[in-house]
């Protein structure tokens, strides 16, 4: 149901996924890229449908971040609207749980949005770096805001400040990435996890969702003033009675959305 020509979005169920689609340049970003990839990501956050987004890329690469030749040949000649670095921000902010399959090379403005998803997955081939002081720019997707919450400060400024490339085993170990997967079941272990979570029940997920972005900007006292009313609101949902009566008689759960 793909209507663009730089990127695959298909909807089935609970899940959307989003996939990068220039193979042949290892999914590397170019205007027409970016402009597809923000109008995709507003059409997910606005389909009630949607519960988890899985976002990847085609053929071996991830996203390498800006395709270099692309812009430096002349081709791409467009000023970027402010609009489209808010990529980031909806893969952040938006209603559902977003999900990054690293199915490959990571960097950039592509580390960017991967860190700007909910939770992170590599293939074991995946490689990753900031890149942008290699090419002597300061950065954009928001990498300095996110990757800090996920590393710590000083790790995250170490990564931006000398920026070499590493592998998904130190991904993993140093927490950028939940696990690492091998290469010959990486898709069908993402999946497995995406298909989970559009399976999970939607008013109590959207609302734990809007709980940690809220919790960035708040101070404990006012969060959890909020937090409790959406916990008392859920808990009176019939999906949360149909989540313990099918504990009881342990089965799965069919939620309604109620």
Not at 69 to 91: D, I, N, R
Not at 251 to 256: A, G, T
């Amino acid at each position: 149901m793909s209507d663009y020509e730089t990127i695959i979005y298909e909807k089935q169920g609970g899940r959307a996924t989003v996939i990068l689609n220039r193979p042949d340049n290892l999914n590397g970003i170019t205007m027409q890229l970016l402009r597809e990839l923000y109008e995709c990501l507003n059409r997910v956050a606005d389909d009630r449908d949607v519960r988890a987004v899985l976002f990847t890329g085609a053929g071996k690469g991830f996203c390498p971040g800006a395709d270099l030749k692309a812009f430096t040949s002349g081709e791409s000649t467009e000023t970027t609207p402010k609009e489209y670095f808010h990529v980031s921000t909806l893969l952040h902010e938006m209603p559902k749980v977003t999900v990054a399959g690293i199915n490959g090379a990571c960097a950039g403005a592509g580390l960017g949005w991967a860190c700007a998803c909910d939770l992170r997955y590599a293939t074991a081939r995946a490689s990753f770096n900031t890149a942008f002081l290699g090419v002597a720019i300061s950065g954009d997707m928001g990498g300095p805001w996110t990757l800090p919450k996920i590393l710590g400060a000083a790790k995250a400024r170490e990564l931006y400040f000398m920026p070499d490339k590493f592998k998904a085993d130190e991904a993993e170990r140093i927490g950028l990435v939940s696990k690492a997967f091998p290469d010959e079941t990486f898709r069908e272990d993402v999946d497995a996890i995406v298909d989970r979570l559009a399976k999970s029940a939607p008013l109590a997920l959207v609302d734990m969702k809007k709980n940690f972005v809220n919790a960035e900007s708040m101070a404990l006292r006012d969060f959890i003033d909020l937090e409790s009313e959406r916990h008392v609101r859920t808990g009176a949902s019939s999906d949360s009675k149909e989540a313990f009566k099918a504990f009881v008689e342990k089965r799965e759960p069919n939620f309604e959305g109620k």
